[in-house]
């Protein structure tokens, strides 16, 4: 047992390109880690030199899953250094809704499609679908209701046009909306089975001691905005962010690792939103969770797939609700003049809090750029929950222990595209 | 119709998007064109409905630059390994064997995989992978007249 090695080629179903290694001796975990193997991004030098308005088109291509998370935490910040006070309540209303969809198609890919087969025993979605068509087909209708929202709002289905700093460029109409209501009804009903469905799961006895942070909102579970809060009293505005995290970068990985001040390693995401903000979750949603047996805080990684279905089913009811209430603001947009300064923004992405920082001059140029996704938060802490889960599970054989560590990051659904970018599994013995 | 896959940011990976735009200019009304950014799920939808259709993706199979190969996908599972649609782990491969499972194939599924040179952040296509995607462009557009 002391001198075995396991090497994983490919770690499937994670977004984005990677490697965990684990280092065993003599039956004790000695070091995890989660390696990122591709350059960085550069996005953030791409957006040197290029108009301030131009960064919600370009930092939608950072990722193909989230595209409306990184306009919406752009646009904040260049609304933030431009002086734009508070929006029109319906334009805010509209980007609400838009995120709802990219929660929901976010969610949904990764609840059903990367995440289920690995609690049903499969090694892919389309095994299962074989014996689960039911469960695939309403994952596909789910992706259906979202892309709809998306479409409709942002203009098309992925990486949407329609978004600009100060608003939109163009409102939908009450009748543009009104056949995707009935979409999302649909979709609700299925949001509901969904969150059933994923509490059925056999999910390992396994719980951590986390520091959640996640964005807080008084009234709404929060999405586009809000103060960053943590079960530890943080409470910050965007401006704060880096006073209080610190980003290091780390031999193994090209991405940077958050942690805060005092190198508490934290995580972002649904777990942390749960927790923070389950009071604002609407009835439906608080009621599902409560079926589903979650209790206020759930610390057991595995049941992340719960919280997240009990999200999809949070967006299609919050998008319902705004829809109802909505008219369609005109101008759907307000000028923005560039003012030099720098600027914070910061929402939550389906993977947590993406902070994004700018500086622009007087002409609206951008001199620099800083953008801190949630998976690069995450990353440290995920390495130290793999430390812990990896020893309670070090008797298990070879196959079976890679499979439980495969298992294991995807609950943190982290997206390495974003972060940077295949993951591989290596657990050396020794 | 015929669908495009890929990522028009980083370089060669958005080879099947251009043969997308491509076949659109070229092409006689009533051929309908899409395209598919992100996770190729959303195939399953995008060809429901449709008898005959072409997806064109990048592929990074170690084949030359701008080499293009043909998979009937109705015949047989794509080879997973060459084609390269996505950093999403969700791929053109998975969406066909999703849809075979759910019974949601098209009549015919022809995938072309056009082997990139470079996949990395930009979004310039190389210039073997220019002249193929021209090629197959010009060659779906006619086959449809």
Redesign the interface.
Known sequence: MADREIITEVL??????GAMDVRIRDGQVQDVQLRIYEPP???EA?LRGRRFTEVPDITA?IC??C?VAYQMSSIAAMEDVCGVGPLHEQIRALRRMLYCGEWV?SHA?HVF??HAPDFLGYS????M??DH?GV??SA?QL??AG?ALMRVIGGR???PINVRVGGFYRAPTRAELAPVVEELKVAREFALEAVAFTASLPTPDFEEDYVFLALSDPDVYAIEGGRLVSNTGLDLAPSQYDEHVVEEHVEHSTALHSRLRDGTRYLVGPLARYALNRERLSPVAREAADAAGLQDVCRNPFRSIVVRAVEILYALDEALRLIEAYEPPDPPGVEVLPHAGVGHGWTEAPRGMLWHRYEIDDDGTILDAKIVPPTSQNQGRIEESLHGFVQQHVELDDDELRLRCEQAVRSYDPCI?CAT??LRLEIDRG | MVIGVGNGWRGDDGAGLAVARRVRELAPAGVEVREVEGDATALVDAWSGAARVVVVDAAESGAPPGTVQRFDARSQPLPVRSLRSSTHAFGVSDAVELARALRRLPDRLDVYAIEGASFTAGERLSPAVERAVDELATALASARR
């Open positions: 499937a179903r994670v977004e984005g390109e991004r550069f996005f791409f291509r193909g899953i595209p198609e890919l499609m990367l892919s979605a389309f095994e679908a074989r068509p695939v087909e596909l992706k259906k892309n289905e992925i990486h595209s970018h295949f």
